[in-house]
């Protein structure tokens, strides 16, 4: 397995029921595949563990700690990333200028294939764009072309 590179990640793990925030030191990243987490390596830092028909539990000191899943004879640790939620926006007109004044129906078809995260929890609302309005205005009118070619004469 191609390792890309050690070092800690904060994730969000499934502890007493309850998610929290934790950081894994040590970790190694291959790339979005599924990343291997080594019972071994919890028991020689005093983990015990738990097993039930609901899944294991990692005791640290006596308390429950991270869980796991058993899926198809494996443990799936409960683990999920955390989201910065500050970046997170529902607001039609700011996605409309983030991404460069781009059409409302393109808005909607984005949102529809989840294109950007919170994109489908959007508010699809009526606005009125400013900027768009006024590079509206300065376009070149389309030359319409009579039926007359010759100079025009005056009465």
Known sequence: MLILRIGKVRVKTLINNQWRQI??????????????????????KGFTVKESSEGVTYYRNGKPDIQAEIRDGLQIMCFRPIVNRALTCVIQVTWHKRVGHINCDYLKKAAEQKAAFCLEKMQSQRFHCETCALAKLGRNSKICVGR???????L
């Open 23 to 44: 950081e894994l030191h040590g970790g190694e990243y291959n790339g979005g595949r599924e990343n291997l987490f080594a019972e071994n390596i919890l028991l020689k």
């Open 148 to 154: 007359s070619l010759g100079r025009i004469t005056l």
